[in-house]
């Protein structure tokens, strides 16, 4: 029953999407340099994969991905805590997170990579610093949006801060801070192919661009049908694991918030 | 110790207090009480006439701008391990089990010592929830959710007891059986207790005394004994003695209630 109800009709609109698309770039539709036609697209993504032709550019691309996105995340919980914690740090540096949330950080990807040259560094950088914002203003607000009763309940019980800390305020973020998770995988895949559209030599990001060049538009599908994957995987993993996480929130998508691309 | 012999469990002198930033009248002034050891007091009196920042200044969560709160003589400086609170929603952790939420105090199972958990198991039969240690909060109902409330109040064997309107959100039903349940408790060990309230039935059939506050600023209006001998059933609440003396309450109750309206 579940399978027939949550399956079934995203598929229907699959077979008829593709139904379309097959009409459109039928005889005397739209020609194969502006939209190729299913099959192309399909056998282009096969082969590339089959042939081995695909593998580095994949492998190059989720490694600056999955690299910068941990290092952004691990950096913007961490500092997100000590602004929520700490009143110094709050008053000193908050408003300039407020200020560079507000830029578009993709806007900075040619001066990153002038500072950390063409290589994987400087799209590490990039993932890192576009995924960063988001979860950061999630773990402040998460963090500040404990229950100040509960936090009144522990210190009644004379519980020390750093046990509130972790038992009560942490706990009480988790669900927000899952949520900047799972913003942050999806930006991170933007800001990869963002440093790669710039200047790279290989990745995803690098195939698009290059098959642009060649008027290739069956591999420029082929690439963004990859990024599709690899950001649907990305993301169903992170809601997976914030169900594990935050078992006690029954709708953790109110927990929401903060910035998106 | 003060000057004067004290046999005072609680005692508070002409406290004041106000909350920051909040230009207008302060919530508590001139306020003095006085409870001995082993007392059960009912504090009565209408929404926002001080009662709960009454007990935040005796857990020490809020200190008085002026006068002194003292229990056992000693000026309450902050949170203390003999004294324990019930809340009026249970306030329980979301993420813990019902046998960790009880263990709080002692920083969960983990940290606990044997003898903190062995406290906890024979807490949780006594409120008659020793099938439902291993339950998350979000599965007890609201009156299941009070008694491990009551159960984590009791865990570090507090001698002062502050209940703050715990059963307020509860069904009628469940309020008398809990009330009861405390009275229960409260006989077992005779604990000093302050329990905070707005209902008259309630605050008569616990309480030996009955304090009626009145609103803004919070100041004692009457201090009235209550000479119904216990245990108390539920056939106390139909007795003509708990009607003679809920009249007069009622009456109390009213003069507090329009005179917080008059400040306001």
């Known amino acids: 029953m579940i399978l027939l109800r949550n399956v079934v009709p995203p598929l229907i609109t699959l077979a008829l999407v593709l139904a379309v698309w097959t009409y459109v770039t039928g005889p005397g539709g739209l020609p194969s340099y502006l939209l190729p036609d299913p099959v192309s697209v399909g056998r282009a993504l096969w082969t590339g994969l089959v042939s081995g032709e695909y593998g580095p550019h994949i492998q190059y691309t989720l490694t600056s991905t999955l690299l910068g996105y941990g290092i952004g995340s691990v950096a913007a919980i961490m500092i997100g805590i000590l602004v929520a914690e700490s009143r110094p740090f709050e008053r000193f540096v908050f408003p300039y997170i407020v200020a560079i949330q507000a830029m578009p950080k993709v806007a900075l990807a040619p001066l990153i990579l002038v500072w950390f040259g063409f290589g994987l560094a400087s799209k590490v950088v990039l993932v890192a610093l576009i995924c960063f914002f988001p979860l950061l203003v999630n773990t402040i607000a998460g963090i500040r949006r404990t229950d100040p009763e509960l936090i009144d309940m522990a210190r009644s019980f004379s519980r020390p801060g750093w046990w509130i800390f972790l038992h009560v305020k942490l706990p009480a973020a988790a669900g927000a801070i899952c949520a900047g998770l799972e913003i942050g995988i999806v930006l991170a895949l933007i800001g990869a192919i963002v440093g790669e559209f710039v200047a790279a030599e290989k990745g995803v990001g690098y195939l698009i661009g290059s098959a642009t060049v060649n008027m290739n538009v069956a591999t420029m599908f082929a690439g963004v049908l990859m990024l599709a994957g690899f950001g649907i995987v990305g993301s169903t993993l992170v809601r997976f694991a914030q169900r594990r996480i935050v078992f006690w929130e029954q709708a953790p998508d109110q927990s929401k918030q903060g910035e998106r691309a | ?264």
Do not use: C
Not at chain 2, 72 to 93: I, S, Y
Not at chain 2, 177 to 187: A, G, P, T, Y
Not at chain 2, 239 to 257: C, I, K, N, V, W
């Open chain 2, 1 to 264: 110790m003060t000057d004067a012999p004290d046999l005072d469990h609680v005692r508070l002198e002409a406290v004041r207090f106000a909350y920051r930033g909040s230009a207008g009248a302060p919530i508590l002034e001139n306020l003095s009480l006085s409870v001995e050891a082993g007392a059960f007091v009912a504090i009565l009196g209408p929404s926002g006439g001080g009662k709960s920042t009454l007990l935040k200044l005796l857990s020490g969560l809020v200190r008085p701008q002026g006068g002194s709160v003292r229990i056992d003589g000693t000026p309450v400086t902050g949170p203390r391990r003999d004294v324990g609170t019930v809340f009026q929603k249970p306030m329980l952790l979301p993420w813990r089990t019902v046998h960790d939420n009880v263990l709080l105090p002692a920083g969960f199972a983990r940290a606990a010592s044997t003898h903190e958990v062995a406290r906890a198991d024979a807490l949780l039969a006594t409120v008659g929830l020793s099938n439902n240690s291993k339950l998350y909060p979000s599965q007890l109902s609201g009156g299941m959710a009070q008694r491990v409330g009551l159960a984590r109040m009791l865990l570090h064997d507090p001698r002062l007891l502050l209940l703050d309107e715990p059963f307020s959100a509860l069904d009628a039903m469940t309020r008398e059986h809990l009330s009861l349940e405390l009275q229960r408790l409260w006989m077992e060990e005779r604990r000093t207790a302050l329990f905070v309230t707005h209902s008259i039935p309630e605050a008569l059939f616990l309480a030996d005394r009955v304090v009626v506050l009145a609103g803004r600023p919070g100041r004692i209006l009457a201090d009235m004994q209550v000479p119904l001998p216990r245990p108390r059933t539920l056939e106390t609440l139909s007795g003509s003695q708990f009607g003679t003396l809920a009249l007069e309450l009622r009456r109390l109750f009213d003069e507090a209630a329009r005179k917080g309206a008059h400040a306001a």
